[in-house]
């Protein structure tokens, strides 16, 4: 934090003007690279709108493969995914002003960068690494499941003085009670290895999907639950009969 009480790289959108950003290149439509990045980019952004609700209410920018500018300038990052809290997605989200993240109008850069690495050509611990550097972000993550550009499958760094410096551990974020973590498991039906959003205590934070089933396993239980009560109660009322006894009096 700085002396102000703000993240470091927090920029008062009031005191910065405001570019002209007609002339950006904000979308290309080059399509996502494979099946799994676009499944595992999805991972990492539905659970959090569908069951994840910040500390306090915050607004937050949850999104995937959404350009980054630091400056009015086509040297934009994209990154698979990043997390931006206190700030939200600028209305109505069709003008061009509002279908990127323009640090100078959210004030701050994203506080946490996913990377999913595809393949080895992505600069994700060199170029993409200084460039995040560069823009102040608070936490960077690269998830290399087939370990592609080191021995590691997740790589994580933090803001130090100014500089992304390799950290241990799982991501974990107190404040927000919220956290990063592998996953062995299926998501629309693939079985993989899955990179995603959990508690500090590392309970996963499930998709909508997820918390649907969950509410129908519970519904059926208590179902079978009551079905079970009311037939021990018809046999126990068979039994006194039986016995020459009343149910309703006994």
């Not at 920029?11 to 950006?24: A, F, K, Q, R, T």
């Not at 952004?45 to 500390?55: D, M, N, Q, V």
């Not at 995603?196 to 639950?225: K, M, V, Y």
């Amino acid at each position: 934090m700085s002396v102000s009480g703000h993240p470091e790289g927090y920029v008062d959108p009031e005191e910065v003007p405001i570019p002209d950003v007609s002339g950006l290149i904000t979308e290309d439509d080059t399509p996502v690279d494979n099946v799994y990045s676009e499944k595992q980019m999805r991972l990492l952004t539905e659970p959090l709108y569908a069951s994840w609700t910040p500390p306090d209410g915050r607004p937050f920018f949850l999104a995937a493969n959404v350009g980054v500018f630091a400056r009015p300038s086509n040297d934009a990052l994209v990154p698979d995914v990043f997390l931006s809290l206190d700030t939200a997605p600028k209305t109505p989200l069709h003008l061009k002003q509002n279908r990127s993240y323009f640090v100078w109008e959210h004030g701050k850069p994203p506080d946490v960068v996913v990377e999913v690495v595809s393949n080895r050509e992505g600069d994700e611990l060199t170029r993409k690494l200084r460039g995040y550097e560069r823009m102040r972000v608070v936490h960077y993550v690269v998830y290399d499941p087939e370990r592609q550009l080191s021995d590691l499958e997740l790589c994580r760094f933090e803001l130090q003085g100014g500089v992304l410096v390799a950290a241990e551990g799982p991501l974990r974020l107190p404040s927000l009670d919220l956290g990063l973590t592998r996953w062995p498991g299926t998501f629309e039906q693939q079985d993989s290895r899955w990179l995603r959003w959990c508690r500090l205590d590392g309970t996963i934070i499930p998709t909508g999907a997820e918390r649907a089933s969950t509410a129908e396993e519970r519904a059926s239980t208590a179902e079978e639950r009551a079905s079970t009560a009311e037939a021990r109660a018809a046999r126990l009322e068979a039994k006194l009969r039986e016995l020459g006894l009343d149910p309703e009096t006994t």
